[in-house]
């Protein structure tokens, strides 16, 4: 976490720097506003990740001569074979469309994204899976 603390500091001094040349080359308001509202999401995250890398135990990536076999360990669990994200994914899809080719496409996509969404949740709630 040291290493990614310090790259966002690093990346929101640049952002800075970017934003205060834009700022007075340009003089446009809105970019310069994103630009410092850029670097001040950059910094919190920076600061947070080093806050919090002064907390913690050192980790595998801090360590220069690790490998990448140190970190491992068990990721979470993942359903094998579930047919929820496909409608997630085409209701989402569909939802997007219906932005570009008229609202009416969201009338029919809108339940088959909350479809997928309440089934993806809910998978292992039913059947011989249901915890009691």
């Given at each position: 976490?040291k290493?990614?603390?310090r790259?966002?500091?690093?990346?929101?001094v640049?952002i800075?720097?970017?934003?205060?040349?834009?700022?007075?080359?340009?003089?446009?308001p809105?970019?310069?506003?994103g630009?410092?509202?850029a670097f001040?999401?950059s910094?919190?995250?920076?600061f947070?990740?080093?806050?919090?890398?002064r907390?913690m135990?050192?980790?595998a990536?801090d360590?220069k001569?690790?490998?990448v076999?140190?970190?491992?360990g068990?990721v979470?669990?993942f359903?094998?074979?579930?047919?929820q994200?496909?409608?997630l994914?085409?209701g989402g899809?569909?939802?997007?469309?219906s932005?570009?080719?008229?609202w009416w496409l969201a009338y029919?996509?809108?339940?088959?994204?909350?479809i997928?969404?309440?089934?993806?949740?809910f998978?292992?709630?039913?059947?011989?899976?249901r915890t009691q």
């Open positions: 976490m290493i990614q603390g790259m966002f500091i690093w990346l929101s640049f800075l720097a970017v934003a205060i040349v834009y700022g007075v080359w340009a003089k446009e809105v970019g310069t506003t630009l410092f509202l001040g999401l910094i919190m995250i920076g947070y990740l080093a806050f919090t890398a907390r135990d050192s980790l990536q360590n001569e690790a490998d076999a140190d970190e491992s068990e979470g669990f359903s094998p074979h579930s047919w994200p496909l409608s994914a085409i899809a569909l939802l997007f469309l932005v570009a080719v008229g029919f996509s809108a339940p088959m994204l909350l997928g969404l309440w089934g993806w949740i998978e292992y709630y039913r059947g011989e899976n």
